[in-house]
């Protein structure tokens, strides 16, 4: 613990939240409902984290999160809303020849329309990047790449689980043997996602997507079809193998590779432009049992949680669950 003043060019707030995924903006939303000042902030230029768009010309892509589905009830009251609110709609409910499973619903007109209505209300600060954080008495402080200090009561980090341990490590920040053991079960899986123009319409078969189980593509999804854009335009997951074995290689060409093993379902198109992206992050393949993290219990740290879907499970829903989960336990922390 740090006793020497706060730098002088300190900022305040109640919590602090690292990182503007769907942990992070559905934490703020109920911290800020129960009449805390929140402050989000965030490395990326774009609202969302793994709700990720992008253009390439006349074309519009979901390259990260596909879909959502709702099995909690509190989360379907929620995605209810946003339907209500224009920013999100049932895609599919079924492949063809597949019986109805539950409703997958997608972002209007892209995924990270709803990250947007999630930030309506919420102090924002993007393409901002924490560099250290450290304990001040009974208050954290985040140092910003800005050369701004940030002071608050409370401190949410919703990063992925490997760069949360070497922000603590950033501070000197101890936690328990027992804490330490539960992030370091934690395990993720990369993808390489593929965003590709074509000269004309795909031979997928509606509803516009196909997961795959075995091969180089974990899934393949049709932007027009799906009502994201104007033109024909696919995004290509790589699987979790492919993408371990190629995500330090030459995107472009791993890109290539799987623009080749997606040939038939293109059908006659032909890719006039294509660009990729690597999550290196992209889904927990190890997740912990706990929806949120506090390391600060039965500590002398001031309120620190973690949340993400690595707590929750590897879905839309299980951030937001997370994010929620961990806003209770700050809140109960700081009342």
């Not at 613990?1 to 992070?24: F, K, R």
């Not at 800020?32 to 074309?59: N, P, S, T, Y």
């Not at 993808?191 to 516009?208: E, F, K, N, R, Y």
């Not at 929806?291 to 600060?296: E, F, I, N, Y």
């Amino acid at each position: 613990m740090t006793s020497s003043p706060a730098p002088q060019n300190t900022l305040n707030a109640d919590i602090v939240i690292i990182g503007a995924g769907l942990a992070g903006l559905s934490a703020a939303n109920k911290l800020h409902q129960a009449g805390l000042e929140v402050l989000v902030i965030d490395k990326g230029r774009g609202l969302g984290g793994r709700l990720a768009g992008r253009r390439i010309g006349d074309a519009t892509f979901d390259h990260g999160a596909q879909f959502m589905t709702a099995r909690d009830p509190d989360f379907q009251t929620h995605v209810a809303e946003w339907i209500n609110a224009g920013v999100a709609e049932e895609w599919y409910s079924s492949y063809p020849g597949q019986a109805n499973g539950h409703p997958r619903y997608r972002g209007v007109p892209t995924m990270t329309a709803i990250a947007k209505y999630l930030a309506i209300d919420i102090d924002v600060r993007r393409a901002t990047r924490v560099e250290s954080i450290d304990q001040h008495g009974q208050t954290w402080l985040c140092r910003l790449d800005s050369g701004e200090t940030i002071s608050s009561k409370g401190l949410l980090i919703t990063s992925p689980v490997p760069q949360t341990i070497d922000l603590l490590a950033s501070g000197n920040i101890k936690i328990s043997a027992s804490h330490r053991a539960r992030l370091e079960k934690i395990a993720y899986e990369s993808c390489i996602a593929v965003m590709a123009v074509l000269d004309g319409p795909t031979s997928i078969a509606a509803p516009g997507a196909i997961a795959f189980d075995t091969g180089p593509i974990a899934w393949i999804s049709d932007n027009q079809q799906k009502g994201v854009s104007n033109i024909p335009a696919v995004t290509i997951h790589g699987s979790g193998a492919f993408s371990a074995e190629h995500f330090e290689q030459d995107r472009m060409q791993a890109g290539q590779q799987l623009i080749d093993a997606a040939a038939a379902y293109l059908g006659d198109a032909r890719v006039t432009e294509y660009q990729v992206h690597g999550w290196r992050y992209s889904k927990p393949s190890v997740v912990d049992d706990h929806a949120c993290l506090l390391l600060s219990k039965a500590t002398a740290l001031p309120p620190l949680a973690l949340a993400g879907d690595a707590f929750a499970g590897p879905r839309f829903e299980g951030a937001v669950l997370s994010g929620w989960a961990a806003a209770e336990s700050l809140v109960a922390e700081l009342t």
